[in-house]
């Protein structure tokens, strides 16, 4: 299996997309990771609510504590400190709730920010250098044998633009091509490829 072209230019060409690609995945997951740490940022109004509520339960209960031993209106301040301590547990669980919406927000958010963009690359590139590498492939087995020459020079024909007949080198494969010689049509197909002439 071909996995980098055999000449120089192409070959190189494949290393530089490869490491682009390992790039702009790690560059895709920084930012998703920064927006994920932006957006945690919100919470801190939740922590704030967290706070809030537990010193609010926690004065109302050893207030609570105290008015209970008052003759007559123990009884009644008790209830009226129990619904403090709810409202502080309210906020509490509000705090919470605004937290861990935040949290999931938050690291949803980064990661369809960082993963759209990467698949999105991704697709493109695998599908091009998949196609590739089973093309060459397949080229490098076939040009073993002379007698498959004929295919090459075929593809070579189709493939390329008809701007490019219009060379001297590719009218003297094409004239190569109808007298029975296939090497010179073959020889520019393979290295369209990357491949070497045998």
């Given amino acids: 299996m071909k996995l980098y072209a055999e000449l120089p230019t192409q070959r190189s060409r494949q290393a530089f997309f490869d490491l682009f690609m390992v790039a702009w995945c790690w560059a895709w997951i920084r930012v998703g990771m920064y927006l994920n740490d932006l957006v945690e940022k919100l919470s801190a109004a939740g922590r704030l609510l967290i706070d809030a509520g537990e010193d609010l339960e926690d004065t109302a209960s050893s207030v609570q504590g105290a008015v209970v031993r008052v003759p ?13 301590v709810g409202v502080g547990q309210s906020l509490q669980d509000s705090g919470n709730s605004q ?32 196609g590739w590498i089973r093309d060459a492939s397949a080229a490098a087995r076939l040009r073993q044998d002379p007698d498959n020459l004929y295919l090459f020079a075929l593809r070579a024909i189709s493939n390329r633009p008809l701007t490019e007949f219009r060379s001297k080198e590719a009218r003297q494969a094409i004239l190569a091509f109808h007298a029975g010689d296939y090497a010179p049509l073959a020889r520019l197909e393979l290295k369209e490829m990357g491949l070497r002439y045998r």
């Fill in 72 to 84: 007559v209106l123990g009884s009644f301040l008790k209830e009226r400190f129990d619904g403090l």
């Fill in 99 to 130: 937290v861990n919406t935040v949290d999931t927000l938050s690291m949803w958010l980064g990661v369809i920010v960082a993963l759209l963009p990467i698949l999105l690359a991704l697709a493109i590139w695998l599908s091009r250098r998949a």
